[in-house]
Nanobody
Framework: QVQLVESGGGLVQPGGSLRLSCAASVSIFSIHVMGWYRQAPGKQRELVAS???????NYADSVKGRFTISRDNAKNTEYLQMNSLKPEDTAVYYCNALRVVNDFWYEYWGQGTQVTVSS
């Protein structure tokens, strides 16, 4: 079992920055892919960014050039640095982890953290 705990959400003005953190209860060396998803009211949950254990990253077109995903293996933590925030970035952000154990994939979610971009 993997527990994921997000932090760093809050209220920020348009153009501002926030950094989200996701702390895992296990060594993230064992987690193949970590990612961030978001869900705005009335919309489906969508992938924001992901990073593999090898460091390969993937971003949604809407956040490319503004958001940066990273992982610190020593701290068992992944981060999402969000710059130039827009009102449309307002959503609950969820940390996600995909782990392979004995050839079976397991998926884990954090509880979510609210990000509100508003003046």
């Amino acid at each position: 079992q993997v527990q994921l705990v997000e932090s760093g959400g809050g209220l920020v003005q348009p153009g501002g920055s926030l950094r989200l953190s996701c702390a895992a209860s296990v060594s993230i060396f064992s987690i193949h892919v970590m990612g961030w998803y978001r869900q705005a009211p009335g919309k489906q949950r969508e992938l924001v960014a992901s990073i593999t254990s090898g460091g390969s990253t993937n971003y949604a077109d809407s956040v490319k050039g503004r958001f940066t995903i990273s992982r610190d293996n020593a701290k068992n933590t992944e981060y999402l640095q969000m710059n130039s925030l827009k009102p449309e970035d307002t959503a609950v952000y969820y940390c996600n982890a995909l782990r392979v154990v004995n050839d079976f994939w397991y998926e884990y979610w954090g509880q979510g953290t609210q990000v509100t971009v508003s003046s």
